[in-house]
């Protein structure tokens, strides 16, 4: 089994360049950054796999994983910059993206590591997400979120007929969310308590006519997981306990 981690920019301040910024936090997550005078070479924001908050998923040294950032307006004034780190927190090596999206390996050395945005001359941009994931995982699934909805959609590519698909009711956390994918089984991920909107687009997700199996991975949501089941009923079937119809 593998992830795929959702990433935002979290609702602090300590990982952002603050002085003379606005930051504009919408509902859904999105946030809007402005800053007219903020020097080059200043760090904007960075996202890390250690401290507070934690934002990434740890990786394994060696293994290639792919990265993206997601509904930025303006991205040529400025760019990504893996940063990886050791033990002690040093620095033991570093690589630009100027798309905001690339593939990355952890040297031996490096036990955690940092995503962050390098400014040329940025004023003014909008950001929605990033997605972390295994290379491999990356080529073999297409992966679709509607942060309004709080729902992760994940397609992988070229499987043949599954016995079923998942729907799986996850905590909205603070500044990530990290969603399982089997092979052959495509999954439909919901971080947010159900509304109308979100019920529409879940049916409208789902495979017609191949079993759900209803997963719950965290604490605190199982009544969200109710809420879907019971509303989903009329037109899928959910396996039970034992995997069975």
């Known amino acids: 089994m593998a992830l795929i981690t959702l990433f935002f920019w979290a ?20 946030v809007t950054f402005a800053n007219l005078l903020m020097p080059p070479g200043k760090v904007i924001h960075q996202w890390h796999s250690s401290g507070d908050p934690i934002s990434l998923p740890l990786l394994m040294p060696g293994q290639p994983y792919h990265f993206s950032l997601v509904g930025i307006t303006e991205p040529k004034k400025m760019f990504t910059q893996a940063v990886y780190l050791d033990e002690a927190d040093q620095i033991v090596g570093q690589e630009e993206f100027l798309d905001h999206a690339g593939d990355i390996v952890l040297p031996p050395s490096a036990v955690n590591y940092r995503l962050q945005w390098m400014n040329i001359r940025q004023t003014g941009t909008e950001f929605q997400y990033g997605l972390i994931m295994s290379q ?4 073999q699934t297409t992966v679709s979120v ?14 043949k007929s599954a ?8 905590p909205n956390r603070f500044a990530a969310v990290s969603v399982p994918v089997e092979a052959e089984h495509s999954t439909i991920a919901v971080f947010k308590v159900p509304d109308d909107g979100q019920l529409d687009q879940v049916r409208a997700a ?3 006519g191949v079993p759900v199996r209803l997963q719950v991975l965290g604490q605190g949501v199982d009544a969200w997981a109710d809420q879907l089941q019971t509303a989903l009923s009329p037109n899928f079937s959910f396996l ?5 119809v």
């Open 240 to 244: 039970d306990s034992e995997g069975k």
């Open 136 to 139: 491999r995982l990356a080529a």
């Open 163 to 170: 016995a079923w698909q998942n729907l799986a009711v996850l």
């Open 11 to 30: 609702r602090e301040l300590h990982n952002s360049y603050n002085y003379g910024t606005q930051l504009t936090l919408h509902a859904d997550r999105s």
């Open 206 to 208: 789902l495979r017609p």
């Open 146 to 159: 509607a942060l309004q909805a709080g729902m992760i959609g994940i397609k992988v590519n070229g499987a």
